[in-house]
């Protein structure tokens, strides 16, 4: 028999990667973010998700007040999940409308933004193509070992890589391999944009660079290439408005261009700290923090 812990993550899965979403659908895009964010307050909802990213914060970073901060973590998630659906089921003039860009996305055209995973970012990939940017992203398909524990968030997994395959076409770019071809495509028009926070894999080359005050480990593969090739680059990050409104700003800081990939990941490092200090409830992979900072205890499981 499923034991209680395990029977309350599938229910609140259930609401967030289902129920909660096909609403939002059904409805006007103000009134689905008011509908999250009255639902981030609901303590049984992602309570185990949101207990794993507190902790992981919580190691590195001060928290006042722990119940403002999970409920803020999840209205990012929440978010996330809702505009992938209205952006699946046509809506995605509604999900774009909510966005604010100062300085304009000209700024792109032709260069590579690089981000991490920060706030409800997926509507980027829409707001790209639709200002006729190109863009291109590297992608990791979802694990198979996810459908046994959490269906309904590998559901909500395989619902977002098919939407990026549908949007992206050929420009996206699986993980395996994927230096070469972005190198190919730092070569063409088009925006290439890559999230550098993602821990690195084991045997490959990777830095360790201060964020937070520890050495955080970075992969050195892609920013070298940045290095050799000079291309220029931008920083950007998708954070929500501080009225509470869940509508979202997009930051863009460049364009720069780097020497080497040390040089880079400071930058980067820099980057990531900033926001963190800001915000910290808008990073999606506190679950990975021990696998990212050396010497940290590892996450527990997914978000």
């Known amino acids: 028999m499923t034991s209680p812990p395990r029977r309350h993550r599938q229910l609140s899965d259930l609401f967030a990667y289902v129920l909660l979403p096909v609403l939002a659908v059904l409805l006007p895009a103000s009134s689905s973010r008011r509908m999250l964010g009255a639902a981030s307050r609901w303590r049984w909802l992602m309570a185990g998700a949101a207990e794993d990213a507190c902790r992981g914060a919580n190691a590195h970073i001060a928290i006042d007040d722990e119940a403002a901060w999970k409920a803020r973590w999840k209205q990012v998630e929440l978010l996330e999940v809702r505009d992938l659906y209205l952006m699946m089921c046509g809506r995605s003039r509604a999900v774009l409308a909510e966005i604010e860009c100062p300085g304009g996305l000209e700024q792109v055209r032709d260069r590579v933004m690089i981000g991490m ?34 269906p309904f968030a590998y559901v909500y997994s395989a619902i977002a890589t098919r939407y990026l395959l549908k949007t992206l076409g050929a420009r996206a770019i699986p993980i395996g391999g994927a230096g070469a071809v972005l190198r190919g ?102 679950h990975a923090s021990g696998q990212l900072w050396r010497g940290t205890t590892p996450g527990a499981g997914p978000a």
């Open 117 to 150: 995973h920060w706030g409800p970012s997926i509507s980027i990939l829409k707001l790209l193509q639709s200002a006729g940017l190109e863009p291109a992203l590297p992608y990791r398909a979802p694990e198979r070992a996810l459908l046994r524990q959490r």
């Open 185 to 286: 495509l730092l070569e063409r028009p088009g925006c290439v944009f890559v999230v550098m926070d993602a821990p690195p894999m084991a045997g490959r080359p990777s830095l360790g660079v201060p964020v937070l005050g520890r050495d955080a480990s970075f992969n050195t593969g892609f920013p070298s290439i940045l290095a050799e090739t000079g291309k220029e680059y931008l920083f950007y990050a998708m954070s929500l408005a501080a009225d509470g409104s869940l509508t979202k700003r997009l930051e863009l800081a460049g364009p720069f261009t780097t020497a080497s990939a040390e040089a880079f990941l400071g930058d980067y490092g820099r980057h990531l700290d900033k926001h963190l200090r800001a915000d910290s409830a808008h990073w999606r992979i506190w």
